[in-house]
């Protein structure tokens, strides 16, 4: 399945699908996100930038997302490389519970990383929930840095940074 899939730019039309993926993860372990975030207003946010990709089943099911994201808070988290800027941030990356463990999260941050490196960016950065072993192994195929921690959000996160 994930093999057919195309990572795809997400469009007005797929924001309702969006937004429920996005509420799928409410309460899930190591999520942070709630009822009001994301929101339409982040939805809003990213499609203006061009910064909202999708992938969908062979069925037209909304199976995936990741966002590349403008965030000035974490961007001027003192953890990033000077020499490897201009860098860019991912976020925002669910899958759907019934499509996890597939490869689909692997697949949309490469996808991301390199669209970010289209886009001009030396690096790539994000935050990880310190205690999200599953995540935290998911990244490990990547070979990211730890640079840094810090709480925000309400969590303990890992700062993980890597050159593109």
């Not at 509420?23 to 899930?28: A, D, K, L, P």
């Not at 599953?134 to 990547?142: E, H, L, M, P, V």
């Amino acid at each position: 399945m994930e093999n057919e899939a195309r990572i795809i730019m997400a469009t007005e039309q797929d924001r309702a699908d969006i937004l429920e993926l996005y509420r799928m993860q409410v309460g899930r372990e190591f999520c942070p996100w709630t009822m009001d975030y994301p929101s339409n207003d982040t939805i809003t946010f990213d499609l203006k930038r061009d910064a909202l990709f999708i992938i969908r089943d062979e069925d037209g099911r909304l199976i995936g997302a990741i966002s590349l994201e403008d965030d000035p808070d974490v961007d001027a988290l003192p953890y990033w490389s000077p020499s490897l800027r201009p860098g860019g941030e991912l976020a925002r990356l669910a899958v759907h519970p019934d499509s996890q463990n597939l490869g689909l999260a692997k697949k949309l941050l490469q996808f991301g990383m390199d669209k970010l490196k289209e886009r001009g960016c030396r690096s790539v950065h994000f935050l990880v929930n310190r205690l999200n072993e599953k995540a935290i192994r998911s990244y490990a195929a990547f070979h990211f840095n730890v640079v840094g921690e810090c709480f925000m959000f309400e969590q303990p996160f890992y700062c993980y940074e890597k050159a593109l």
